[in-house]
């Protein structure tokens, strides 16, 4: 595995490489989980070449978000990379990625206003705006990101159809520890009773998912007992916990495609994000346990 | 040379094409002119393959600007670029580069609130965004733009360069009539006096530039007594008539390197902008001819 830092080189590198490789790739901010080794392993399988980006993207955090306090562990992290198969590990500094002030940035139209948007302004035109500048860097025929951060992966849907970057997403399956709880680089933020809480996340999706496989529509009676319900039982906040369509996330009006029901909770240190992604006309003519699985 | 229509057809002729040949692009938005054929000149020589598109794009006009009027003229087009050796001729209907609300567009954060911008906020946004998306359409090598439009130029380059776009970009020398007026789509526009008028646009930049190298570096007093000068011999209304570093767009201070001087004048039904841009070192110590001819 080779370590890169700068731009140039890893452009010189791609560009020469996608003549005859193809290139799968996995950006991440780093601290990687068994979650990013889901995302390496599909994309090691499916790529001659696999790159895995580590950048804690500034552009991405709001003045009052947790930036400094992200956690990070270099040494660990080229371990997993190297374990996995990468074999280009590009690591640059803040200051190669913004040696000044961006001179053009991406905003999000769509699909950015509800869910982690509503809360974070501006996080999806970062994490857009990084892509971007990634994408032309490592020249990626295959893209990697985790349906945890479902939203993502739906602003990422609309940045390569919009911009008709030449790349296929791949969206990979959570994973998830043995009460439920999604993977998440921030799950070590937790106190131990933080910790003993957070399955609960996972329990609340499924519940709301049962309501809607029962034929409940009321999207507001579900989504209110349910919030009150985890701030019962857990310290947490809730920030949000929504049914939409996927991947418009758009209000259903029609109930039929694909749903997801996502959630967010503030803990003392940190602000776990959920979501269950399913197929309703599948779960009702019950032919989509493989769709929905979420384990 | 081939008629290509669809943004699909395009780019799986472009990404396999590009295996093998260099590939040089001219976006414009039609009506061709002889400053266009200079930069299709300029492509054909230094390229492989040279590609043409062709397309008004609405994302770069204001709600009361010229898009309804702006001139066409596919036949005619469709004939220079055969004569200019054009290999494929790419002319999307507005459907087919927008067939929704875009998802995702470009936001320019430097060089697009002085000059053009000042007066037609979002229009950079709009010309960042189509050719983000036809950059990755057409995977080009290099991009040839005219100086004409130099702050399009400047934000052109912001975007290549922030972005990291494989491409290297190419301004080529405003065209211009024997009086002067700069070759432009909208010089049709202009009823036969303000035709006759207009040569003074020019000589206006030439009389500041003049002073810029006798060592008046009052801007103001220069900017000043020539606005009033091209109102009252003109029946135009000058929108701006500035001068700044090039490609920084910023007020000089230290009075070195590339300066701009930037002039935009409303007659009737057309708003004409030109400019000349020089090396302020190599004029004051008399070697910068090539450099400071724009003819």
């Known amino acids: ?124 035109d970062g994490v857009a705006t990084v892509l971007t500048k990634l994408f032309h860097l490592v020249q990626p025929d295959n893209v990697y990101f985790g349906k945890k951060d479902a939203q993502q992966v739906a602003v990422v849907d609309g940045l390569i159809k919009d911009f008709h970057f030449p790349i296929t997403l791949h969206a990979v399956q959570t994973v998830r520890e043995e009460d439920g709880l999604a993977k998440s680089s921030r799950n070590v933020k937790l106190s131990p009773e933080e910790r003993q809480e957070a399955g609960i996340l996972y329990q609340t999706l499924s519940m709301a998912r049962e309501e809607l496989i029962k034929g409940n529509h009321d999207i507001r009676a579900i989504t209110d007992s349910l919030r009150k319900r985890l701030e019962t039982i857990t310290s947490g906040k809730v920030d949000y ?19 997801i029901i996502a959630v967010a909770v503030r803990f003392t240190n940190a602000r776990l994000i959920d979501n269950i992604i399913f197929d309703l006309h599948e779960m009702v003519i019950g032919k989509g346990a493989s769709t929905c699985s979420e384990q």
Chains 1, 2 share one sequence.
């Open 241 to 259: 916990l929504e049914i939409l369509t996927y991947p418009e996330l758009q209000e259903p009006i029609h109930w039929e495609g694909t749903l």
């Open 1 to 124: 595995m080779k370590i890169i830092t700068t731009k140039a080189e890893l452009q010189e590198l791609t560009l020469s490489l996608k003549q005859q490789k193809t290139i799968g790739f996995v950006p991440t901010m780093g601290y990687l989980h068994e979650g990013h080794r889901a995302l390496l392993k599909e994309a090691r399988k499916e790529n001659d070449i696999l790159i895995l980006s580590v950048f804690v993207n500034p552009l991405q955090f709001g003045p009052n978000e947790d930036l400094e306090s992200y956690p990070r562990d270099i040494e660990q992290d080229k371990l997993t990379a190297k374990n996995e198969g990468v074999d280009y590990l590009f690591m640059p500094s803040t200051e190669e990625m913004y040696p000044s002030t961006p001179s053009v940035t991406v905003h999000v139209q769509k699909r950015a206003d509800v869910l982690c948007g509503r809360t974070r302004p501006g996080h999806f």
